[in-house]
């Protein structure tokens, strides 16, 4: 419920030039109160909210192609590799595609074998860290450009 309205608001900044936009106002707004929604009437709060995680998970996905998309119409920067939101934004898609299987599943791979949960534990661990190094690599760009 948190990390959903930065990451749209980031986005909004990148894709729209504008803080806060009218789309990610509504956007957040639809999917706070689904939030809500689901915590009150659906799922348990003793269960891994994994229909709202995966809906954010999906509306991340398509900020980060869309903003990549929006680099290459544009093409006003001169090199990818030195561009701090482009790492960024590889980091984000990276861990919310190779997440999306964990988040899809995660309650009932936890039904089907405690061994089976810890093997996709690893993995989403290894996308983690590679999500970190990118995110680092794109603070040190970022650090480098000023």
Do not use: H
Not at 16 to 43: C, D, G, H, M
Not at 61 to 71: A, D, K, M, S
């Amino acid at each position: 419920m948190v990390t959903f309205p930065i990451l749209v608001l980031f986005y909004s900044n990148l894709i729209f030039k504008k803080a806060v936009s009218r789309f990610s106002i509504v956007l957040i707004s639809i999917f706070e109160f689904y939030n809500f929604i689901n915590l009150t009437f659906i799922q348990s709060i003793y269960e891994y909210p994994d229909i709202t995680r995966t809906i954010a998970t999906f509306v991340v996905i398509v900020l980060c192609i869309w903003y990549f998309y929006r680099v290459m119409v544009e093409a006003k920067i001169m090199s990818l590799w030195d561009e701090a939101t482009i790492w960024i934004n590889g980091a984000l898609l990276v861990y919310y595609s190779g997440n999306l299987f964990f988040t899809v599943l995660f309650n009932v791979i936890l039904e089907y074998s405690r061994e089976f949960s810890k093997i996709t534990v690893i993995s989403f661990s290894v996308i983690l860290a590679l999500f970190y190094a990118l995110v680092t690599v794109g603070f040190w760009k970022a650090g480098r450009s000023r």
